[in-house]
């Protein structure tokens, strides 16, 4: 499957420049983007405001009140809640129900990003506070390949969505005085030749280092810590030094590709896979900072191989998939013959995502819009149709980012080609018992008569042409994607 952008210049130009946007940009340069504003057809007054006694009827009050009265119910009989797959009308829109988000941000950048990763910050695990601050890295897909960049974010003030109808609770009225500030963006940049297929951080806490696959076949590897720092600390220069890829591994020759990961086992340890269905190891020494590529690849694939994953729980084993419609599972001692190979779909399997949590469950999507979880324990050389655990199709076009949520083993994210991110709970059944007696509630089901499964927690839409989504892993129930229109970063209340 190609994940690549059109490459056209025009439609490059419509997707980085959205109209209406309005936002606060604290930045290098004040073009790079911006965030959008939800609430910008909202007008404010310095009218006197009257405010009525608890004990006056509907019959006493006054004129402005009646009038917005009648706006709202006018207003709540032309909203209805949307299901994806449905035609929109003539005139018609889609809306976000602010009530169904804790925090919802949208970000324009100046060039589309195909990847982005979420950096480890210092500001604490668990928070549950407004207004939040995530770092990020990404990289562009600009017109030219001298215009690309490789980008260190801050996102900060991320006020609590407002939700004027919404439920009351105590937290609500503890952020009352947060919700009207704007958000900030402030970034650094790094010049990177060619366009960034793909960008990963090691996931060590301590170390700052990002791998990037360009699309001139070559991976770079950076220092981000300085650019965190000068994020951090107002006024510290960045060395001309830092500017540059600590180290650039030319194993893949010229040929490109788009699967990588860090091991988060064994730290500096990189996969990197090509469109020609080689994987090459990396090794970059933490106590010296030298780097060692293995020219040495590993080799079985038929096709070009999409994605990459370290086993959690074991330092020499990793999972790969590709566009040979099968995932292979490696251990690192043996480069020609992988462990266990199985035909997990009927198409291109573009995306895998290993659990964490439960290190035998992995989790793959497809080109055809299938998703499905497996467990490794149940597969063997001799399966010729292997049995997922779970199987859904939801999505309506190529799956094209999955990733288990890292602390609930339950919950997974998934994002498609079809501008949609669902957020699925796998602890959630179907009760048998509760639909043979009549008190199950009645099943939700689309126009096109596909019924909503019970798992689906969440469809979150608004971009186009997703390519990736990440749980921000310090801030419980955050997600953040990246498409062609720009980022999101949103929370919601079902997760």
């Not at 490059?12 to 057809?41: I, L, Q």
């Not at 490696?330 to 462990?339: M, V």
């Not at 059944?429 to 939700?444: P, V």
């Not at 689906?456 to 990246?482: A, D, N």
Request: net charge negative.
């Amino acid at each position: 499957m190609s994940k690549r952008l059109q490459d056209n210049d025009e439609d490059m130009r419509e997707a980085k420049s959205a109209p209406g946007v309005r936002g606060h940009a604290t930045a290098e340069n004040e073009d790079m983007g911006e965030f959008e504003d939800p609430w910008e057809d909202e007008v404010e007054s310095d009218e006197e405001v009257v405010i009525a006694n608890d004990d006056d009827d509907e019959e006493g009050m006054d004129v402005d009140q009646a009038i917005e009265m009648d706006k709202e119910e006018e207003d709540g009989k032309d909203l209805r809640v949307y299901l994806p797959g449905q035609a929109l009308g003539e005139g018609e829109v889609l809306e976000a129900d602010q009530s169904a988000y804790e925090m919802l941000h949208s970000m324009n950048v100046q060039w589309p990003c195909l990847s982005f990763d979420v950096l480890w910050d210092q500001l604490g695990d668990e928070r549950c506070t407004f207004p939040a601050t995530a770092y990020v890295v990404t990289g562009t897909q600009a017109d030219l390949a001298h215009n690309n960049e490789v980008m260190v974010m801050k996102m900060s003030q991320l006020a609590k969505t407002k939700n004027d109808g919404g439920r009351d609770s105590d937290d609500d009225s503890d952020d009352d005085d947060e919700v009207d500030e704007d958000p900030v963006l402030e970034h650094k940049s790094m010049r990177h030749m060619g366009g960034v297929n793909r960008i990963r951080v090691m996931p060590q806490r301590d170390r700052q280092v990002a791998a990037t696959w360009a699309d001139t076949g070559k991976v770079h590897l950076w220092d981000l810590a300085p650019h965190i720092r000068a994020l951090d600390q107002p006024g510290t220069m960045i060395p001309e030094s830092a500017k540059k890829p600590i180290y650039t591994v030319e194993s893949h020759g010229r040929n490109e590709g788009f699967a990588m990961d860090w091991s988060e086992t064994v730290s500096g340890r990189l996969l990197t896979g090509d469109m020609n269905g080689k994987i090459y190891m990396t090794t970059l020494n933490d106590a010296t900072g030298a780097v060692t590529p293995d020219r040495v690849p590993f080799v079985g694939h038929q096709s070009s191989v999409e994605d990459l994953q370290w086993s959690p729980s074991e330092k020499g084993v990793f999972a790969s998939c590709s566009a040979d419609q099968t995932v292979r599972i490696w251990d690192i001692r043996s480069k020609k013959r992988p462990g266990l190979v199985a035909k997990v779909h009927d198409s291109d399997v573009n995306v895998i995502s290993w659990n964490r949590k439960l290190p035998y469950m992995l989790a793959s999507g497809s080109d055809e819009g299938v998703f499905s979880v497996w467990d490794l324990r149940q597969l063997s050389q001799s399966a010729a149709n292997p049995t997922p655990i779970a199987t859904f199709k939801w999505h309506q076009a190529p799956i094209t980012s999955i990733e288990w949520h890292p602390t609930d083993e339950s919950v997974l994210g998934v994002a498609g080609a079809d501008d949609q991110i669902t957020l699925w709970d796998f602890s959630v059944e179907h009760d048998a018992e509760e639909a043979l007696n009549g008190t199950s509630q009645r099943a939700i089901v689309t126009e096109a008569g596909v019924e909503v499964p019970p798992q689906l927690m969440f469809v979150h839409q608004g971009q186009q042409e997703i390519k990736e989504l990440h749980w921000h892993r310090q801030i419980p129930g955050c997600v953040i994607s990246t498409a062609a229109s720009g980022f999101n970063i949103f929370k919601t209340i079902s997760i």
